[in-house]
């Protein structure tokens, strides 16, 4: 069974500056994808940002990038010049790419922007 | 155009009495999967629709839990005879199928007293 795993609860950033969320996941399939979602206190779940595993590219979507390292199996998500906005829980997720399947998240990291 | 909407967003159950949350997918979409959020928890795979058949149930955790979507487009999540550890919020999520995004709702929070 494939596993997402977030070992930060909470992280803390000053306004502008950058941060980075880990997360590390276990599977034995060769082909899914990962992603990072948002969720604001309004519980709306937000896709941020998705690597497929067959890409060796990092995937970056403004000032959002990750870290995706195969082998190791961890997938970072760094937050450039953030914003109060940013403030919400991240989630990590996983999902394999050979069917319509169900999505698998991680626990979540709290992330907390200080003005 | 709309996203998903789920109602109620807010829900309290005496333990015991039977509740249904509602899912209303994209117009189009024909995959709708149900997810369980405990509070400070992420997200655990329910139920998983393709238009009105049901293909996957495996995350149902016990038989008071049912769904069911039988026109291939909204979607009803039922729990009986509530429990406390049933206070979770609901979120529901639909796709075009195959390997396309899903979007979620907003989720109904459900609070058994």
């Known amino acids: 069974a494939q596993t997402v795993t977030q070992s930060q609860p909470e992280m803390s950033v000053q306004e502008a500056e950058t941060v980075t969320l880990s997360c590390t996941y276990d599977?034995?399939?060769?082909?899914?994808?990962l992603f990072w979602y948002k969720q604001p206190p309004s519980r709306q779940m937000i896709l941020v940002i998705r690597?497929?595993?067959?890409?060796?590219q990092n995937a970056t979507e403004n000032r959002f990038s990750v870290n995706f390292q195969k082998a190791a199996k961890s997938f970072s998500l760094k937050i450039s010049d953030s914003q109060l906005g940013d403030a919400a829980m991240y989630f990590c997720?996983?999902?394999?790419?050979?069917?319509?399947?169900?999505?698998?998240f991680g626990k979540g990291t709290r992330l907390h922007i200080l003005p | 155009g709309a996203g998903v909407s789920q109602s109620p967003r807010y829900k309290v159950a005496k333990r015991g009495q039977d509740v249904a949350l509602r899912c209303d997918p994209i117009s189009g979409h024909v995959s709708l999967f149900w997810y369980q959020q405990a509070l400070g928890q992420g997200p655990e795979f329910l139920t998983y629709f393709q238009n009105e058949a049901q293909l996957d149930k495996s995350g149902l955790p016990s038989d008071r839990f049912f769904a069911e979507r039988p026109e291939g487009s909204v979607s009803t999540l039922k729990i009986q005879r509530t429990q406390q550890e049933d206070s979770a919020v609901y979120l529901c999520?639909?796709?075009?199928?195959?390997?396309?995004?899903?979007?979620f709702g907003p989720g109904t929070r459900l609070t058994v007293t």
């Open positions: 599977t034995s399939e060769s082909d899914y994808y």
């Open positions: 997720a996983y999902r394999s790419m050979n069917r319509d399947d169900k999505i698998i």
């Open positions: 690597q497929e595993a067959y890409k060796q």
């Open positions: 999520a639909s796709s075009l199928g195959g390997q396309t995004e899903q979007y």
